[in-house]
């Protein structure tokens, strides 16, 4: 929590002290002792990072709306590629990676916050073996999730940052943003089944680590170790074999441990991986308007517990409705599960007198009944949340049965509440 303190002062510093949407607490913050960020909190912290800082550089040039995102653009280039820093997207990242390993009690570091100039990768480093060996053991599905986690942040920040612009009318252009993390989702899955990228870059990281363990990131190339683990929920995390150096388990899956079924797989989701370029925002349409309604359609696909999702989002915007709805087709390696979810957007309601703003969300579906590859048999589940706006604060209730949600890191059944505050977007 010190290194968050850390990343809230520079963004004030970076915004002057523009203020932010924010969960002040959470009770994932809680699951073992305390510690954090949370996945909400991640997340909410990144896009109120980039919808400050784009608003922000947008402001500085007044009426000069190109140059406003010409110097957008080149912040976000600079951020992603030369310095990577906390709140952004590279540290949202690997905080998602971090929300798993703490729900289950394993202790991590974030080595953005080393502030490494044009890093070749960045670790969750200070992660120690017999808290991998006790996580695959007792909690497979979370142990696949884990490596897939990064990048469904990142789904979920373009989701957040899509509905802040659609439904509340921020008017920060978060455009490059858009296109940068879609390409370099794309990209890096579909590099996991390149043996000169994975297989040269994992001994040049094990020649380096050496014996330090503290060195060492959780997984190395997330995504072969996404699909052997995938594959493989019952092989032991020992089995992997001896690091290198002769000192810890060998972490890093080679595109060598790799069966053909396993490559192939991973091949297949890296081409997938285009799907989440079918969204009007990154052309930028923020919506189409016939009749009076408002509306906009894309579509999203991640990595999850068991397989894939694809999701068709759907926009809509009437007088003072807003409806967000999401159609899920969960797939695993045996058979397609559907789901639905549905939020009402910020609807105004009256409370023993007091205005407040209700957003109730609904959630249903089948997924795997183990959250597993190779399950055939159907579980049925669902979410269900409600957010409560009064002045300038927020309560969260959010309770859900066993299952798979982009942004909540149980797979369990679990009941979260937060309590944050509440701020104007940049108008």
């Known amino acids: 929590?010190?290194?968050?303190?850390?990343?809230?002062?520079?963004?004030?510093?970076?915004?002057?002290?523009?203020?932010?949407?924010?969960?002040?607490?959470?009770?994932?913050?809680?699951?073992?002792?305390?510690?954090?960020?949370?996945?909400?909190q991640s997340v909410d912290a990144t896009a109120a990072f980039y919808e400050q800082v784009h608003g922000a550089l947008q402001r500085s040039w007044g009426k000069r709306e190109r140059w406003g995102k010409v110097t957008v653009a080149a912040f976000d280039v600079l951020e992603a590629a030369v310095l990577p820093l906390p709140l952004g997207d590279a540290w949202l990242h690997e905080e998602y990676h971090r929300a798993v390993m703490t729900n289950r009690g394993i202790a991590s570091v974030n080595d953005v916050y080393r502030f490494q100039v044009s890093p070749g990768g960045i670790a969750v480093s200070h992660v120690r073996d017999d808290r991998l060996i006790r996580l695959k053991r007792e909690h497979p599905a979370d142990q696949v999730r884990l490596g897939a986690a990064g990048i469904e942040g990142e789904v979920v920040l373009i989701q957040r940052l899509e509905k802040d612009r659609f439904f509340r009318g921020s008017k920060a252009w978060n455009l490059p943003l858009y296109w940068f993390i879609k390409a370099n989702s794309a990209g890096y899955v579909a590099s996991g089944t390149d043996a000169e990228d994975v297989d040269d870059e994992t001994a040049r990281w094990e020649r380096e680590e050496g014996t330090s363990f503290k060195r060492r990131d959780f997984t190395g190339h997330d995504f072969t170790g996404w699909v052997y683990d995938?594959?493989?929920?019952?092989?032991?995390?020992?089995?992997?074999?001896?690091?290198?150096?002769?000192?810890?388990?060998?972490?890093?899956?080679?595109?060598?441990?790799?069966?053909?079924?396993?490559?192939?797989?991973?091949?297949?989701?890296?081409?997938?991986?285009?799907?989440?370029?079918?969204?009007?925002?990154?052309?930028?349409?923020?919506?189409?308007?016939i009749r009076g309604a408002t509306f906009n359609v894309n579509a999203a696909y991640l990595l999850t517990s068991f397989g894939t999702t694809t999701d068709?989002?759907?926009?809509?915007?009437?007088?003072?409705?807003?409806?967000?709805?999401?159609?899920?087709?969960?797939?695993?390696?045996e058979r397609a599960f559907p789901g639905l979810d549905a939020e009402l957007i910020d609807r105004p309601m009256s409370i023993a007198g007091r205005r407040v703003e209700v957003t109730p969300r609904i959630a249903l579906w089948l997924q795997p009944e183990e959250q597993r590859f190779r399950d055939r048999n159907a579980k049925p589940g669902g979410l269900a949340a409600v957010r409560v706006r009064y002045g300038k604060t927020f309560l969260d209730l959010e309770a859900k049965s066993e299952g798979w949600v982009a942004g909540n890191v149980h797979l369990d059944r679990n009941v979260t509440v937060r309590f944050g505050v509440v701020v104007p977007l940049p108008g």
């Open 230 to 289: 995938l594959f493989r929920p019952d092989e032991p995390y020992e089995a992997r074999g001896v690091h290198p150096s002769g000192v810890g388990i060998r972490r890093y899956r080679r595109t060598s441990d790799l069966t053909p079924a396993e490559h192939d797989y991973l091949e297949k989701i890296g081409q997938r991986m285009a799907i989440n370029f079918l969204d009007p925002n990154l052309i930028g349409i923020d919506g189409f308007t």
């Open 1 to 40: 929590m010190r290194r968050l303190a850390l990343a809230f002062l520079l963004f004030a510093a970076t915004v002057q002290a523009q203020p932010v949407d924010f969960p002040i607490l959470d009770s994932d913050n809680f699951a073992h002792g305390f510690g954090g960020p949370s996945m909400e």
């Open 312 to 333: 068709v989002n759907a926009f809509l915007r009437r007088g003072g409705g807003r409806l967000f709805v999401v159609v899920h087709r969960y797939e695993n390696g």
